[in-house]
T-cell receptor, first 110, second 113 residues
Framework: AQRVTQPEKLLSVFKGAPVELKCNYS??????LFWYVQYSRQRLQLLLR??SRESIKGFTADLNKGETSFHLKKPFAQEEDSAMYYC????????????FGTGTSLTVIP | EAQVTQNPRYLITVTGKKLTVTCSQN?????MSWYRQDPGLGLRQIYY???????DKGDVPEGYKVSRKEKRNFPLILESPSPNQTSLYFC????????????FGPGTRLTVT
């Protein structure tokens, strides 16, 4: 069963515009949610995790348990934000299995 | 330099010919994992290991084997590869207490004909 859904395969926004990458999950326990990013010619890397509630590179993501969502947001997109973004869930029951979404390719248009 | 290395980076093989993809990390990480990436399916976890001699199945373990005899190495073994295992494979490692902070390898593109 798909545990993490990213409905948008491709997303384009203009520089300076707000951006939101959607992520929904299905999990019966208390999940840990993360966003990973892969910039062109770089390796996949952790962007942020819901527990830390921090802003990284201007991005934030809030876990909404009622809507089972973990959308990634940034108020003003920059060209360097163009990348592939993956939402991921870590099972807390077993502790260490990860489920990734299918990814959203973000393009910021100058 | 802290890194995760994979070998080979590219491999074309035939159905049924056993192969091993190696993964090595130099960061003394406890947690290591293998993923496959397929178009439209994202990354799917194959196997993971919490430490030496401790391995567990991920979401798609069928057709794969792993071993963790040393902390730094986590090879992925395909005993009898089939065309549906054609994919891009990633190894990742992290500290045991922070499994989410995964350092990913460069990827191995495998084609099984």
């Amino acid at each position: 069963a798909q545990r993490v859904t990213q409905p948008e395969k491709l997303l384009s926004v203009f520089k300076g515009a707000p951006v939101e990458l959607k992520c929904n999950y299905s999990y019966s326990g208390s999940p840990e949610l993360f966003w990973y990013v892969q910039y062109s010619r770089q390796r996949l890397q952790l962007l942020l995790r819901h527990i830390s509630r921090e802003s990284i590179k201007g991005f934030t993501a809030d876990l909404n348990k009622g809507e089972t969502s973990f959308h990634l947001k940034k108020p003003f997109a920059q060209e360097e934000d163009s990348a592939m973004y993956y939402c991921a869930l870590r099972e807390t029951n077993t502790g260490n299995q990860f489920y990734f979404g299918t990814g959203t390719s973000l393009t910021v248009i100058p | 330099e802290a890194q995760v290395t994979q070998n080979p980076r590219y491999l074309i093989t035939v159905t049924g010919k056993k192969l091993t993809v190696t993964c090595s990390q130099n960061m003394n990480h406890e947690y290591m994992s293998w993923y496959r990436q397929d178009p439209g399916l994202g990354l799917r976890q194959i196997y993971y290991s919490m430490n030496v001699e401790v391995t567990d199945k991920g979401d798609v373990p069928e057709g794969y084997k792993v071993s963790r005899k040393e902390k730094r190495n986590f090879p992925l073994i395909l005993e009898s590869p089939s065309p549906n295992q054609t994919s891009l494979y990633f190894c990742a490692s992290s500290l045991g207490g922070r499994p989410y902070e995964q350092y990913f390898g460069p990827g191995t593109r495998l084609t099984v004909t």
